[in-house]
T-cell receptor, first 113, second 115 residues
Framework: DTEVTQTPKHLVMGMTNKKSLKCEQH?????MYWYKQKAKKPPELMFV???????INESVPSRFSPECPNSSLLNLHLHALQPEDSALYLC????????????FGDGTRLSIL | GENVEQHPSTLSVQEGDSAVIKCTYS??????FPWYKQELGKRPQLIID?????GEKKDQRIAVTLNKTAKHFSLHITETQPEDSAVYFC??????????????FGKGTHLIIQP
């Protein structure tokens, strides 16, 4: 069973739409991450939240806007995306400070028309 | 930041044989090295990890070795089975120095188990 839950599993949107991806974990983890994975490529880090505060932004375009409302939830707000943004978006969490095992959700497969 | 190189990109082995995947890293301060298995259409799944204070770790048919001097680490799978077929990624912390950090991944190895 996946302990990190992502919704929706699939999302198709136009370039002018606004949508949000959601991630939830109930393991008490205090660090949460967004990764982007293109087909046949490794995951690439986008954002890191530690104790609900954004600690790392890997120079991601502003059309991606992360939000961490509480320690269990992580959102990724999408606006005016480009076709090249089509990918699998993975959320992960880890217990706390320092380098800990990261556990991934099943991801949201995003297609931009 | 950290740079991780992974080889080979594809590995085909006979069922029952062993498989070895190798990775090198650039940052000598890196202290944590996980391995993920990703089946087609599924999430990366952590299968084993090692910290820099040990040289080897085993979990049933899977083992990881770490050579800090040479800055490389390897995944060893013995008695391979068809369900071992997947893409395997090595990873290392993107930045050293502690704090909640993300991972940088190798490019992946497609492991094929031939019946």
């Amino acid at each position: 069973d996946t302990e990190v839950t992502q919704t929706p599993k699939h999302l198709v949107m136009g370039m002018t739409n606004k949508k949000s991806l959601k991630c939830e974990q109930h393991m008490g983890h205090r660090a949460m991450y967004w990764y982007k994975q293109k087909a046949k490529k490794p995951p690439e880090l986008m954002f890191v939240y530690s104790y609900e505060k954004l600690s790392i932004n890997e120079s991601v375009p502003s059309r991606f806007s992360p939000e961490c409302p509480n320690s269990s939830l992580l959102n990724l707000h999408l606006h005016a995306l480009q076709p090249e943004d089509s990918a699998l978006y993975l959320c992960a969490s880890s217990p706390r400070f320092g380098t800990q095992p990261q556990h991934f959700g099943d991801g949201t497969r995003l297609s931009i028309l | 930041g950290e740079n991780v190189e992974q080889h080979p990109s594809t590995l085909s082995v006979q069922e029952g044989d062993s498989a070895v995947i190798k990775c090198t890293y650039s940052d000598s301060a890196s202290n944590y090295f996980p391995w993920y298995k990703q089946e087609l259409g599924k999430r990366p799944q952590l299968i084993i990890d090692i910290r820099s204070n040990v040289g080897e770790k085993k979990d049933q048919r899977i083992a990881v070795t770490l050579n800090k001097t040479a800055k490389h680490f390897s995944l060893h799978i013995t008695e391979t089975q068809p369900e071992d077929s997947a893409v395997y990624f090595c990873a290392a912390p993107k930045r050293s120095g502690g704090g909640a950090d993300g991972l940088t991944f190798g490019k992946g190895t497609h492991l094929i188990i031939q019946p």
